[in-house]
């Protein structure tokens, strides 16, 4: 699901890649991939609105100040607003059922016709068995389709619960109030109340439900709605919304290919949390709903995270911030972390990428050192280093004509490419000592991408 949302997602964050900070302008863009993306997973208008714009406020605000890149802070702002808009009221977690009330506790169901109603209460009859050890009773007040009460008595007994019998001559009112009975006198803990529902909408349908809603009571009062429908999901939410208290949402069908836009809009537009996800035909596809994991899920965070990375160009922090500490505290500069930045270097996508970050002052300075061409000596300089002793590497003012020869033989290079090499290297070490006032962090973080 929402696969089109997360590959949006994973475009705004390369394009991030090279940008120094979020600005008006940058934001443009990735505020125009994220609206699209939106509205293609079938969001509704004024959620994806409201919803930009706090996107925004966010990034913009101070909360990006001191985050690592402009991507891993635009991820995370997005990251949170997508939990609070599914949910934030508790921190991104999912919402209880709240069944502590005398027993039974009734759980109303209510939605349209083959939105997963029934199949909904048989897996809920299951979770709460299996997970809470709750002794359930389940009951069809559907008196306009015989098929639908015997359907519901399959699928509890499939679960272990227990199925209260209902005919079609009978009230939805008096059934009700017989399975409450019966669940009283039997020392059931939970009644799940599954209810006749229509086509569309209608007038008929509603006053029934808010009667049912009325006699009983129900601790719980959850709208069904499937997924697939993506905007309809969002009119039919509302109107239930409206004619009812609901405590709470099952979206089904999240594993079909519904866009999931439904998802991103029914908190919004009702102001209640969605509690559970069906993900499966089958009676254990029931999922409690947790918003801060949907909303790692959408943005598909390994992948993002992955790329964030991939736009930092695997630049080693901790081993930056090593050598700045020891550079800083006079240590001197040797081979081994010259090495070091040869493969920082070589992660970087090569010289001249670095050249073009590095301040002008060092720009000039390398440039002196005549790198045209370097990409393609950077193996040859690994190679050379390889293949000296760890005593040459840690005092490179050992090597002398002797050494050079052996160390090229090595290297499978001439002399020359071993004097270049540690011409380069003295260059290097120049500019680390002109550095030695703690400038490299910065240096290091002013070339990430
Ligand atoms: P009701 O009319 O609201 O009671 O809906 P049903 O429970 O009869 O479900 C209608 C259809 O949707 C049935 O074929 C169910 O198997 C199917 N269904 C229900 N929930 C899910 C779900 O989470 N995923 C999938 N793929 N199908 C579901």
């Known amino acids: 699901m929402l696969d089109n949302l997360t590959q949006r997602m994973a475009r705004v964050v390369k394009t991030l890649r090279g940008e120094a900070r979020l600005t008006e302008a940058n934001m443009q863009d990735m505020l125009r991939e994220v609206r699209l993306a939106l509205l293609e997973a079938d969001v509704a208008l004024p ?44 921190d991104g977690q999912a919402a209880p059922l709240n069944l502590s009330v005398s027993p039974p506790a009734i759980i109303l ?58 005919t079609p001559d009978q009230t939805p009112l008096d059934i009700a109030r017989g399975a409450v009975d019966w669940a009283k006198r039997h020392f059931h803990d939970v009644l799940i109340v599954d209810t006749a529902g229509r086509l569309g909408i209608d007038e008929a349908m ?67 949390p969605i509690k559970f996800v069906g993900v499966g035909e089958k009676l254990d596809g029931l999922e409690v709903f947790h918003p801060d994991r949907m909303a790692s899920r959408i943005l598909g965070m390994g992948d993002i995270l992955a790329l964030v990375e991939d736009a930092q160009r695997g630049v080693d922090m901790k081993a930056a911030q090593k050598l700045a500490d020891k550079v800083k505290k006079g240590g001197d500069f040797d081979l081994n972390d010259f090495g070091a930045q040869l493969g ?74 071993v004097n270049r090499m540690l011409a380069q290297f003295e260059q290097m070490r120049g500019m680390m000592k002109k550095l030695k006032g703690g400038n490299l962090g910065k240096m290091m973080r002013g070339m990430r991408g």
Do not use: W
């Open 47 to 90: 959620v994806v609105r409201d919803f930009i714009a706090k996107i925004r406020d966010k990034a913009l605000g101070e909360e990006v100040v001191g985050s690592l890149t402009p991507g891993q802070a635009l991820v995370a702002v997005v990251q949170r607003e997508l939990t609070a808009l599914m949910g934030g009221d508790y």
């Open 109 to 166: 169901m209510a939605g349209l016709q083959g939105a997963g109603k029934t199949t909904t209460v048989g897996k809920l009859a299951r979770l709460l068995r299996e997970t809470q050890k709750k002794k359930v009773l389940t009951v069809s007040c559907d008196v306009y389709r015989p098929a639908a009460i015997a359907q519901l008595k399959t699928v509890t007994e499939q679960v272990g619960a227990e199925f209260f019998p209902s």
């Open 206 to 272: 509603m006053q029934e439900i808010t009667a049912l809603n009325q006699a009983l009571r129900p601790a719980e009062t959850l709208f069904v709605v499937d997924a697939m429908l993506g905007q309809d999901a969002i009119n039919t939410a509302k109107a239930f919304n409206e004619a009812l208290p609901l405590t709470g949402v099952v979206l089904t069908k999240l594993d079909g290919d519904s866009r999931g836009g439904a998802a991103l809009s029914v908190r919004h537009v009702t102001g209640k």
């Open 344 to 417: 920082q270097m070589k992660k970087m996508g090569g010289l001249s990428t670095l050249l073009d970050k590095l301040p002008a002052q060092f720009q000039q300075a390398a440039g002196n050192a005549d790198m045209s061409g370097a990409e393609k000596q950077l193996r040859r300089m690994e190679g050379i280093i390889q293949s000296m002793t760890p005593t040459e590497r840690a005092k490179p003012d050992l090597i002398k004509a002797s050494r050079k020869r052996r160390i090229a033989a090595g290297a499978g290079v001439q002399v020359q490419d």
